[in-house]
């Protein structure tokens, strides 16, 4: 160190401030990767559970048949329609051919060409997602309703408020 006319010393920069300075730029890299890593995986939490189970701290999740279907609530106004207009010609597709419902030899294919000429629609329009899933969904409430076709027409009809004489 030299002395000044001043009196004062003048001392060397120090290393010590130069390694603090790659310490908080290592530690903000850090830091960013964590909180990135961290977002994805609540943005995914897919990725978080392909990670548990590829670490072997949990079960691999065990596959659906279906996914989740939408509530009513959730169909828009047109589809809610048209819910109103196909769930009565359902009906009295199913119950008309009700020996083939209960056998499990009517077809989706039977029913929505059934639909198609009675609502003068194309049938491709009955094969879109929305729609085809009104039709699925009251088809499932009368096989609900009538234990698949083993319960008598008759009583499935009264169960669901249908007349069949109508």
């Given at each position: 160190?030299?002395?000044?006319?001043?009196?004062?010393?003048?001392?060397?920069?120090?290393?010590?401030?130069?390694?603090?300075?790659?310490?908080?730029?290592?530690?903000?890299?850090?830091?960013?990767?964590?909180?990135?890593?961290?977002?994805v995986?609540?943005?995914?939490?897919?990725?978080?559970?392909?990670?548990?189970?590829?670490?072997?701290?949990?079960?691999?999740?065990?596959?659906?048949?279906?996914?989740?279907?939408?509530?009513?609530?959730?169909?828009?106004?047109?589809?809610?329609?048209?819910?109103?207009?196909?769930?009565?010609?359902?009906?009295?597709?199913?119950?008309?051919?009700?020996?083939?419902?209960?056998?499990?030899?009517?077809?989706?294919?039977d029913?929505?060409?059934?639909?198609?000429?009675?609502?003068?629609?194309?049938?491709?329009?009955?094969q879109?997602?929305?729609?085809?899933?009104?039709?699925?969904?009251?088809?499932?409430?009368?096989?609900?309703?009538?234990?698949?076709?083993?319960?008598?027409?008759?009583?499935?009809?009264?169960?669901?408020?249908?007349?069949?004489?109508?």
């Amino acid at each position: 160190a030299t002395q000044q006319a001043t009196g004062k010393i003048k001392r060397a920069p120090s290393k010590r401030k130069r390694h603090g300075r790659r310490w908080w730029w290592l530690a903000g890299v850090t830091l960013a990767l964590s909180v990135g890593a961290a977002l994805v995986l609540h943005l995914r939490p897919e990725w978080l559970q392909a990670l548990r189970v590829a670490a072997g701290v949990a079960q691999p999740p065990k596959p659906t048949a279906r996914p989740r279907k939408a509530s009513a609530r959730s169909r828009s106004a047109g589809t809610r329609l048209f819910e109103r207009a196909v769930v009565p010609l359902v009906r009295d597709y199913v119950f008309a051919h009700y020996g083939d419902f209960a056998a499990s030899r009517l077809t989706f294919r039977d029913l929505k060409t059934h639909l198609a000429e009675s609502m003068h629609v194309p049938y491709e329009e009955l094969q879109t997602d929305e729609l085809s899933e009104v039709i699925e969904d009251a088809v499932d409430v009368i096989a609900n309703k009538c234990d698949g076709g083993q319960t008598p027409a008759e009583d499935c009809a009264t169960a669901l408020g249908f007349d069949l004489a109508g």
